[in-house]
């Protein structure tokens, strides 16, 4: 990936303001800061996470702070690189040409099978199940990603036009 580190793969460099704080300011190495990094990538989200309330994806509902969660979740592993296969997962994804929002909800896609199956089914976290999955990767995510990319692009572009009117 052109010499790109995890860590900047995980949260590169941001811009902007949420909440009054200027997200250039922010730490990533602090965990409570990058997650303040990654709800930023989720503009389309903000209203849904401070009401509390479910969104609608495509047909799908999906709940942000879960949504938001699986990414905390794949940015500490690659962070920590543990397990390792993610960051290769997420290099080798990248180099495939997927852009890497999409890659990253490709690995949350993995985590939220292993914590589903755990939380539902009382399953332990089995990561040769993990490893095997994330080797499989892109498999059965086009579908997926293509509805998520059509609605977050629709969601984004009414996010600008309502800030638009905002400051009109």
């Known amino acids: 990936m052109d010499g790109i580190d995890r860590k900047t793969f995980v949260c590169p460099s941001a811009t902007g303001e949420v909440d009054g704080i200027d997200l250039a300011r922010l730490d990533p190495e602090d965990a409570d800061e990058r997650r303040i990094l990654i709800e930023a990538e989720h503009p389309e989200m903000r209203r849904a996470l401070e009401d509390g309330d479910d969104m609608h994806v495509g047909s799908e509902v999906m709940n942000p702070r879960l949504h938001i969660a699986m990414h905390e979740i794949v940015a500490n592993q690659i962070w ?26 490709m690995l949350a896609s993995v985590v939220s099978d292993q914590v589903w199956g755990t939380l539902t089914q009382g399953s332990p976290f089995d990561i040769e199940r993990m490893r095997l999955e994330l080797a499989a990767l892109p498999e059965g995510w086009e579908v997926r990603g293509e509805e998520w990319s059509v609605e977050r692009s629709r969601n984004r572009a009414e996010q600008r036009a309502a800030e638009r009117r905002r400051r009109s």
Not at 81 to 95: C, F, I, K, S, V
């Open 80 to 105: 920590d690189d543990d397990p390792p296969e993610m960051w290769q997962t997420a290099q080798r994804l990248t180099a495939a040409g997927h852009p890497r929002h999409d890659v990253l909800h």
